[in-house]
């Protein structure tokens, strides 16, 4: 790609970008974009986030260049004076951002990235030619023009995160096992996993509010309960041809508030849990464990991992619902219960 000497190729090619990107969104589910797929763990809807942040910067930037200010860069709190504070500087502002970012409702977020680019477009679309292609025009930008700037927090970022999404896309046939007994094994080794962890802790480890939100070891215990049971239901339902409710009455995904519900579903499934003995949370653990192996053991592949088994999952085989509420989940809780159990030490 050539870069864009007029403003006309600029506009274009910033919405090119964006055109390509929402097209790949378009092609994901709402679990998809709010599961931890990316880099470090993000999620789709985190890159999203950390685009509009980068796309306001640029645009107060700018504004503040074209009010006569010499910009200093990032933001106040992460600025750097020479270039190799920049990439720490950098990495400590993203992951400001994505603490600030990261609770965020996927619709909201969405609906901030239609708008932050649209804001972008009517931006750019005001601004001089000379103010944006001009290598000399701002003394800030030390002999680089301000397009420079817009093309990496607009088209350049988008090829970025973008990549990162398709490089994600391209992987899953190597990343859910390609057969029933490989899911049960791998189901069994993350169970055995926990079964070993739990082994080393007390009673009173397993209730302490030690982990994130709070949350004790107890109620990651029941929230892993609660979704394999939504899951010996949905599975039931799909085998039967009845309609299945995601996430449940009441928690139901409309349009793009799945990661809203979500999180207000999980609130609600610990105020129900809390309270609940850590002897009868272990009994039910163990219970539900063996309901889910049984479960699956006595489907069939096509069921599993057929994509077009079961019409009501759009072209989805049952392999990444399955693999979201048993062994991925696992992986999940675990991580926490290590790094607390590391801290503590």
Do not use: C
Not at 165 to 172: D, F, G, Q, V
């Amino acid at each position: 790609m050539n870069e864009p000497t007029t403003k006309p190729e600029l506009l274009n090619e910033i919405e090119r970008a964006h055109q390509d990107m929402v097209r790949v969104l378009a092609s994901m589910s709402d679990e998809e974009k709010v599961a931890p797929i990316l880099q470090d763990s993000w999620s789709v809807k985190d890159s999203l986030a950390h685009i509009v942040a980068w796309e306001k910067m640029a645009m107060d930037w700018m504004t503040r260049s074209l009010e006569g200010e010499q910009v200093k860069r990032f933001i106040e709190g992460f600025q750097y004076d020479t270039e190799a504070e920049r990439e720490p500087v950098m990495h400590a502002l993203n992951r400001h951002l994505y603490e600030q970012n990261k609770n965020r409702a996927l619709h909201e977020v969405m609906g901030e990235f239609r708008a932050t680019h649209r804001a972008m477009l009517e931006f750019v679309a005001q601004v001089d030619e000379r103010d944006l292609f001009d290598p000399n025009r701002f003394a800030w930008r030390n002999g680089s023009p301000a397009s420079d700037m817009i093309g990496g927090n607009t088209y350049a970022h988008y090829a970025e995160h973008q990549g990162w999404i398709l490089e994600w896309r391209a992987r899953p046939p190597s990343i859910y096992p390609a057969t029933k007994e490989e899911l049960l094994q791998r189901i069994h080794a993350r169970h055995a996993e926990m079964a070993d962890l739990l082994a080393s802790l007390s009673f009173a480890q397993m209730s302490a509010p030690e982990l994130d939100g709070g949350w004790s070891v107890k109620d990651s215990l029941a929230h892993l309960i609660a979704w394999q049971t939504l899951l010996l239901d949905w599975l039931g339902k799909y085998q039967r041809g009845e309609t299945v409710t995601r996430w449940a009455p009441g928690f139901e995904i409309e349009g793009d508030n799945a990661d809203a519900q979500m999180h207000r579903f999980n609130a609600h499934l610990y105020e129900q849990n809390k309270d609940r003995a850590l002897e009868d949370v272990l009994n039910d653990f163990r219970a539900t464990f063996s309901r889910v192996t049984i479960t699956l053991d006595g489907m069939s592949e096509n069921e599993i991992f057929d994509p077009q088994h079961f019409p009501a999952r759009n072209g989805r085989p049952l392999i990444t619902l399955v693999a979201g509420d048993t062994y991925e989940h696992y992986d999940e809780h675990l991580g926490w219960m290590r790094a607390w159990l590391a801290k503590s030490k």
